[in-house]
């Protein structure tokens, strides 16, 4: 079992930045791959980005060279820096670990971008 919060969101203009965190109540948390997903009004949850155990990462196109993942594994935390943020960037947002084939989900946090 694993519990993921999720921080971090708010209300921001668009251009501006937030940084969402993660944190895992979980050991070995550095072995896992752990990933931040969206979903926005009355569209299906998307991949927004991941991270593999040893740091290797990948993104969605739309936020490629705007948004950066990264973890601390002695945190047991992994981050979604988002900056030039659009308003179609306005979701709620997840992060996600699977662990034995199982998945868990935080309970997400609101992204709105907006002037």
């Known amino acids: 079992q694993v519990q993921l919060v999720e921080s971090g969101g708010g209300l921001v203009q668009p251009g501006g930045s937030l940084r969402l965190s993660c944190v895992a109540s979980r050991n070995s948390f550095s072995i896992y791959d752990m990933g931040w997903y969206r979903q926005a009004p009355g569209k299906q949850r998307e991949l927004v980005a991941v991270i593999t155990g040893g740091g290797r990462t990948n993104y969605a196109d739309s936020v490629k060279g705007r948004f950066t993942i990264s973890r601390d594994n002695a945190k047991n935390t992994v981050y979604l820096q988002m900056n030039s943020l659009r308003p179609e960037d306005t979701a709620v947002y997840y992060c996600?670990?699977?662990?034995?084939?199982?998945?868990?989900w935080g309970q997400g946090t609101q992204v709105t971008v907006s002037s």
């Open positions: 996600k670990v699977t662990i034995a084939s199982l998945p868990y």
